[in-house]
C-alpha cells in the first residue's frame, strides 16, 4: 500500500522510532474507520431505498479490515516497543497515547474472534426480531435473542476480565465509560433518585392543582423549512462550526465525527416539534462541537485526540441542549431570533415566560427519548438496575416485562399496557449493547457539574447568554474537557475541571431551581 | 478477514471451482471501489469545506488498496487456473467473463508501480497547476505539466503495448474505448467533419439573413426548487428509479453508480437555466439508467455487470438528452408538465413549437461543454487530433496554443483571445487522461445510430414520446445494451443492435433533419 503511506506522511510524524510508526498506524486505522463512519453517515441520511444491501456488504467488509488492523500483531509489536522506549518515559503526552492504545489493544484482542463473530450474527439477528417484536407488541417473540445477548455479553465481560472486588457487570460498562463501576453508579444514582422520584409528585400535585404552565408555545406550528433555518441560526451561534460540518435530516437525530474538518449531525422536524427541533438540535450540535474540540489536526488516529467517554460526550450535548438551550437567559436572546425567522403574526402571544415554561414542563412519559430532564433519569436508573441484575443472574430475563412494569408504576405512576411502549422500547439490548444506558445519566450528572464550576470562572454568563454571546462557554469546555481527549479519565477531567469528583448534588441543585422556576414549588 | 467472506457469501457462489474462488474476490475487490465511489460523490455534494484533506486521504488509502487487490498474485492465480478449467470451456457466460478479468488484469499488471505512481504524482500537481493557469490564463504555468503529462502517456503506452499495425495512442484509447484505434477513428470522424463544417456555415448564414428563432423561452427565469421538480418528473417518467438513486445539486453533473441499488446523479441550477437543466439532467439519468440496467445483482463485480466503454456509456446519455429531450415529440408532453409545475403564467408566451427550436439552436461556442449537438463534434475532432499529432511527436506541447487557435478560427469562425476559453478550458490532460475526448463523439454516433435502429422496432414511438410513455425505448436499450455488460465489444454491440458497424450516416442524418426542422435549411 505505498500510495496510502505517501500521503499519510504528509501529516504524520516523520519519524523513525517505534512509537512514531505506531501513530502513523494509528492514523491509517483511523482514516479507514472514518470511511466506515461515512457511510453509516449516508446510510441515515442519503442512500436510496435500495442501496441497503450493498450498503451492509460495504460496511461488513470494512468492520473486517478493522477488526483486522486493531488487533494486528504488528500494532501489538510496536506498542510493546514503544512502551519501552526510554526516550519517551518522560513525554506525558506520549505515556498517555500508549495507556490508551494499551487498553485498546488488549480490549480487542481478549476477545475470541469466534465470540466477536457470534455477537455479530446476535446483534444483527436481534435487532431484526426486535423491530419485528416491537411493531407486533409481542415479547415473546425477542425473548430468545435478549437471553442470547445477555448470555454472550456476560462470556465478552468474562474475557475482558472482571476488576477487583467488582462484578461482572462493571467490565461491559467499562467499555462505554472506562473506570466506572456498578457499585460507584449506585452510589451516585441513590440520592438522585430518593430526590426525584418526591420531586416529580409535588409537579404532579401542582399539576392537578392547575398550577402547570401551558405548552402551547412550544408545540405552536410552524413552516419546516423555518425551524431548520431557527435551528441552524441557534447552533451556529452556539459555536458548531458550519464549515467543519453539516446538519441534515434523518429519523433519528444523531452526531457522526468523522474526523478533522468534517463532522455532520442530524435532526428531525414535524410541523408542531419547533423547540423538540431547536432541542434536538442544540443537543447534537454540542455533541458537534466536542469532535470539532478535540485536537485531531496532527493527532488524527492517536486516543488523545478521541473522546474520552459515553458520559463525557452526552455531558457536552446536554449542556448545550438543556442548561444553555432552555434557560430563560437563552430564549431573551432566541425569541427575538425565532421571530425574525417565523415572523411576528407566527409567534404572536408567546413571551420569553411562557416559552420557557413550556419548554421546561414536567411530565411523566412511558417513552424515555421523549421524557423531560427530571423524569428521564428514573428510567436511566430503570435499565441500568434491571440489566445488571439480568447479567448477575437475579433476574430471568422472561420476567423483564413484570418487573419492568411494576417499576414504572411505582417511580412516574403509569400503568403500561403495552410492551413496545414499555420493556421493547429501546433498541440497545437487540443491538447487543449492555453496560450503556447509565451514560445518559452520567451526562446529565457531568453536565450539571462542569455548569457549576463554569459559572465560578465566568460571572457574567447569564449576560452573556442573553446577547447571544457562547464564546466564553464554548471556551471553558474547550479548556478544561475537549482539548484533552482521552488524556485524562473522565474522572480525573472532572476532578481536574470541577475540583470534584463525580456527584448528583450539582443536578439536584439545577433541576430543583429549574421546577422552582416553571411551577413555583 | 472472515467476517467480510462470510457476509460475501450469502449473495455469491458457494461453489469451490477457481471460477468460483474468482467471482467471490472480484465482488468483494467491487465492494471496495464502491465504497471510494460513494465518498467521490458525497466530496463533490456534500462533503463541508472543511474535510477535504481527511477526504483525500480515505480516498488515496482506498486507491492504494484496490490497486493492491486489482494486481493481487492470487487474482491472477485464480484466473490463470479457471482459464484451463474445461468444466466452463463451454460456458459463454464464464468465458466472456474470463476474457475481460484477464484483460483488466493484464492492463493493471503491465504498468510498473513506479509508473503508476509518477502518473498519480503528476495528475495530482497538474491539475493544481491547470488550475491555477486557467485561472491566470498563463499557458506557460502549465505548459511543463503539459509536457510531463504526454511524456508519462507515451511511457504507459509503450508498457500496455501497441496493437499490430498500429500506434502509441491507439493503447491509450483503449483503456477507455477497448479495440477503438486512432485509425478507426479517422475514418468515422472524416466524413463528419466534412459534414459539419458547412452545415455549421449554413446556419450561419441563415442567422445572418434574420432567419434564427429565439431562444428566449429556453432562458425564462423559474424558481430553482421548481426546476428540480420538472426535472426530476422527466427523468422518473423516462426510466430513472429513484428508489435505487438519487439526484442533487453539484458544480459539475455527473452520475456515479455506486454498485446494486444505488446509482447518483447530480445537475446544476441557475434562474434562467431551466432547459440547460433539463438537458444535463436527462444526460445523467440516461447515464444512471444505464448503470442501473446492468446485471449487477448476482454478477455484481464480475465484468459481464459492467459497462462496456466511455463511447457506449456516453451513447446512453446523449440519447436521453437529446434524440429523446430535444425533440418536438418530447415537448408535446413535457411542455403540459412544465405548465403543471411552473404555472401557466410563468411559461406564457412559450409554445411547442418556440421551445423546441429555442432549445435546438446551434451556436458556435469557444467551450466545449456549452456547445450545440451540431458543433460539439468539432470540439471533439480537435482534441483528438491534436492530443494524436503529441504523442506522436508531431505537434510539440508548447505550439499547442497556436494550433488551437487556428483550427477554432477555421472550423468556428472564432477567434480565441485568452487560453482560458481555448486549449486550457478542459481538465482532462491536466488529469493525465490522453486518448479520452473521442468518447464523447462516439457517444453521440453510437446515440444516432442506436436510435435509428430502434425506430424500425418500435414504429410508433413517437406517439409514445408524445404520450410520455417511455418504456418501449428504455425497453430496447436495455434488451440490446444494458443487459449485456461487457458480454460483447462496443463494436460487436453496435453490430448485433444496429446489424451495422459504427458509422457516422446515422448522426449526419440526424442532424441535418434536425437543423432543418429548428431553421429550414
Known sequence: MSSATSAQTASAPSGSSAYDKLTVLLRENEILKSVANTLSWDQETMMPEQGAALRADQLTLLSGMNHDRN?????GDLLGEAENDSAIADD????????????DYDLATKLPKSLVEELTRCSSM????WKDARAKNDFAKFLPWLEKTFELNRRKAECLGVPEGGELYDA???????GMTAKRTEEIFGPLREFTVPLVQKVMDAKAAGKAPSVDPAVRELPIDKQIEFTTRITEAMGFDYDAGRMDASTHPFCQGMGPGDCRITNRYRANGWCDALSSGTHEAGHGMYEQGLPKGERFG???AESVSLGIHESQSRMWENQVGRSQAFWKWALPVARGIFGDTALEGIGVESIFKASNLVEPNFIRVESDEVTYNLHIMLRFELERAMIKGNLACKDLPGVWNERIKNDLGLTVTEDRIGCLQDIHWSMGAVGYFATYTFGNLYSAQFWEAMGKDIPNREQQVESGDFSSILGWVREHIHQHGRRFSAGELCQRATGKPLSSEPLMRYLEAKVHAVYGV
Open 126 to 129: 436481534g435487532m431484526r426480531a
Open 302 to 304: 492517536q486516543p488523545l
Open 71 to 75: 488487533t494486528d500483531p504488528r500494532l
Open 172 to 178: 461491559l460498562m467499562d467499555t462505554f465509560e472506562p
Open 92 to 103: 506525558p503526552i506520549a505515556q498517555a497515547n500508549l495507556r490508551e492504545v494499551r487498553r
